[in-house]
């Protein structure tokens, strides 16, 4: 597969309201697969250390860590995979660039 060679940021022309990419197909990136199956046959080659996966069957997320998938974090909120700090965490970052786009 040839690539093609960018000198600047990916944008649509004209302010275009389609997606430039897929997630699916980017190394480390988000996952979206239907089945856990899915995503435990993912490439490899696009698996990054911290990644995550949603898996649409089970509405859970999964983390990518020491070459394995490990629970992150169920949509319902009764279920407690993630740790306070961990939530906190995330909180921060958000607040972080929040601050950083005013």
């Known amino acids: 597969m040839q690539g093609v060679p960018l000198t600047s940021h990916i944008v649509q022309k004209g302010d275009g309201e389609f997606w430039l990419v897929d997630s699916n197909a980017i190394y480390g990136g988000l996952y979206h697969v239907d089945t856990k199956t899915q995503m435990e046959q993912l490439p490899i080659c696009r698996l990054k250390i911290g990644m995550i996966c ?22 319902d909120s009764n279920d407690n995979i993630i740790d306070e700090a961990e939530i906190q965490e995330l909180c921060n970052i958000f607040n972080t660039n929040k601050d950083d786009a005013v």
């Open 54 to 75: 949603y898996v649409k069957e089970q509405d859970m997320y999964y983390k990518y860590l020491d070459h394995a998938w490990e629970p992150w974090i169920l949509s």
